[in-house]
T-cell receptor, first 115, second 118 residues
Framework: AQTVTQSQPEMSVQEAETVTLSCTYDTSESDYYLFWYKQPPSRQMILVIRQEAYKQQNATENRFSVNFQKAAKSFSLKISDSQLGDAAMYFCAPQTQGGSEKLVFGKGTKLTVNP | GAVVSQHPSWVICKSGTSVKIECRSLDFQATTMFWYRQFPKQSLMLMATSNEGSKATYEQGVEKDKFLINHASLTLSTLTVTSAHPEDSSFYIC??????????????FGPGTRLTVL
């Protein structure tokens, strides 16, 4: 079974600064997807960014980018120019392949953005 | 597009009663739906995966006779918590995906249902 480790239960960042959230995972698969989801206080899960494991290029979505190290099984999220609205729980989630393609969520990192 | 709704958003029930939660994909056909449970300050834990027209696949440790899942149409899945007890109080979230969208592995999440069992 896949395991996901988010070693930072809480992080804080000053508005406009950059913060990196870490995630490591364990999988025996060679091709898979990785996701970062954001859960604000409303508790609605929002997709932040996704990465396909067979692609070497790191995914970027505006202020959000990832550092994907396949061999190290590391998938960190960098948030640039942090905004107050970025405050939320962030979950890393690799997706199993074959069959149902389930998401396996890490325990999450609570991000606080200070004005 | 890709909106998923849940109903109700909040429900309170007495111990021993059953509660049904609906999950609907509003603008796409959801061939697969997932049900998660999230306890306070914890992560999402997958309970089961349901495919339209077939029996749900439950994760290890989830009682299938207690958490009944029905996915009778391509836009609706229901989770029924039978004989609910206070320890079943939690936040239940569904998600949906459409296998027909080639190359799209994204799950679209509902807003969640808060269940409180007294």
């Amino acid at each position: 079974a896949q395991t996901v480790t988010q070693s930072q239960p809480e992080m804080s960042v000053q508005e406009a600064e950059t913060v990196t959230l870490s995630c490591t995972y364990d999988t025996s698969e060679s091709d898979y997807y990785l996701f970062w989801y954001k859960q604000p206080p409303s508790r609605q899960m929002i997709l932040v960014i996704r990465q396909e494991a067979y692609k070497q290029q790191n995914a970027t979505e505006n202020r959000f980018s990832v550092n994907f190290q396949k061999a190290a099984k590391s998938f960190s999220l960098k948030i640039s120019d942090s905004q107050l609205g970025d405050a939320a729980m962030y979950f890393c989630a690799p997706q199993t392949q074959g069959g149902s393609e389930k998401l396996v969520f890490g325990k999450g990192t609570k991000l606080t953005v200070n004005p | 597009g890709a909106v998923v709704s849940q109903h109700p958003s909040w429900v309170i029930c007495k111990s021993g009663t059953s509660v049904k939660i609906e999950c609907r994909s509003l603008d796409f056909q959801a061939t697969t739906m997932f049900w998660y449970r999230q306890f306070p300050k914890q992560s999402l834990m997958l309970m089961a995966t349901s495919n339209e027209g077939s029996k749900a696949t439950y994760e290890q440790g989830v009682e299938k006779d207690k958490f009944l899942i029905n996915h009778a149409s391509l836009t609706l899945s229901t989770l029924t918590v039978t004989s609910a007890h206070p320890e079943d109080s939690s936040f239940y979230i569904c998600s949906a995906r459409n296998w027909g969208l080639a190359g799209d592995n994204e799950q679209f999440f509902g807003p969640g249902t808060r269940l409180t069992v007294l």
